[in-house]
């Protein structure tokens, strides 16, 4: 358990800009990370093991993309008892991201609106800073994911993605490729029918390259987002199997705003988390393993506040959970509660 009750931090944090909190938050992991005073903050890993995709998770809770960008602060993360984490969306040059202000708390809603645009240090940095984390020699799993720059006109959008694939290969467990944030100009428009088909063309021959330039296939994950159809879901789906991407996250943030839109900052654009998402997140994942049927990986992903909404992932027809918004809200006693909620589910 830790030291410091985030009981007491909470109020402290949600005094302060979003962005600013987010900050200073991933300052103090980065600076205390690896060190005796990560016991203020850690909890004890749920052991749970589950096989997906060929890798063995330690246990099926995980962090979502998106809380550290530039992966600087995967050990501190680690401390908090998690089985994965997921780092990133970074781009293979840096680049600041939207104008601030760029991130909105929703108490009341236990949502968040970000527009950050895939803020990030560039891939190098990146790379040099996973280099340094020690969580996958201690037997966690790492997943790296990658988008495009802002600057990167769409019709070359898979130059950028190869150029991460190249760059993060050696050091992921897994990667993801993120085709679904709202806040990059036209970046969901790869979710279309041609579109997607062509990119995922690309990236399955270059990962064909890859594993036998390094003698082990990585996994592919496509990050998807809530805001599809059945009909598009199910294009989808058929998509990923016929390039043999390894699995799906589902999913990421969405545009819709009917379950806010009264509130304070409501109508900010971007990209909503949190609570509301988690109902819409649900119906993708339930249609996706509709389509791909028994076995498809699947990452579940989208308000997860509590370790029944964990589970509720799990039922829906997910493998493995991922939280993000639910963290800041919960603290870090969360990723526990998700963990010990579904491992109970394979004990019934």
């Known amino acids: 358990m830790s030291l410091l009750p985030y009981a007491l931090a909470r109020p402290l944090l949600f005094q302060m800009d979003p962005e600013r909190a987010h900050e ?12 005796p005073l990560a016991c203020l903050y850690g909890e004890a890993r749920v052991e749970d093991p589950y096989t997906v995709a060929g890798l063995t998770f330690p246990n099926r809770i995980g962090l979502a993309a998106g809380l550290d960008k530039n992966g600087r602060c995967i050990d501190g993360l680690a401390a908090l008892g998690f089985g994965f984490i997921e780092v990133g969306t970074v781009t293979p040059r840096p680049q600041p991201g939207n104008p601030k202000p760029r991130m909105f708390r929703l108490p009341q809603a236990q949502a968040l609106i970000n527009r950050l645009g895939f803020n990030n240090d560039g891939l190098e940095t990146f790379i040099a800073n996973v280099q340094r984390a020690r969580f996958r020699n201690e037997g966690g799993i790492l997943g790296l994911n990658i988008g495009k720059n802002a600057s990167t006109p769409i019709e070359r959008a898979a130059d950028d993605y190869l150029m991460g ?39 399955a021959q270059r990962r064909e390259a890859l594993a036998d330039q390094h003698g082990r296939r990585v996994p592919l994950f496509v990050k998807i987002a809530p805001d599809l159809d059945d009909a598009q879901v199910e294009v989808i789906a058929h998509t990923l199997r016929r390039h043999g991407i390894d699995g799906v996250v589902a999913t990421n943030t ?39 049927g028994a076995g498809y990986p699947i990452i579940g992903v ?25 963290l800041i809200y919960q603290g870090p006693a969360l990723v526990r509660d998700a963990a010990l909620a579904v491992a109970a589910l394979r004990r019934r």
């Open 24 to 35: 200073l938050t991933l300052d103090a992991l980065a600076r205390t990370q690896r060190t």
């Open 165 to 203: 694939l190249d760059g993060v290969y050696p050091y992921a467990d897994y990667a993801t490729v993120n085709i679904s944030s709202p806040n990059t100009q036209n970046l969901r428009s790869l979710q279309s029918d041609a579109a997607l088909d062509a990119l995922l063309g690309a990236i």
């Open 254 to 292: 969405t545009v819709a705003r009917n379950a806010v839109q009264h509130l304070p900052h409501g109508q900010e654009t971007g990209g909503l988390s949190g609570r509301p998402v988690f109902e819409a997140s649900n119906r993708v994942i339930r249609r996706l393993r509709q389509a791909l």
């Open 302 to 326: 989208g308000g997860v506040m509590s370790g029944a909404d964990a589970r509720a992932k799990i039922e829906a027809g997910a493998d493995l959970v991922q939280i993000y918004t639910g």
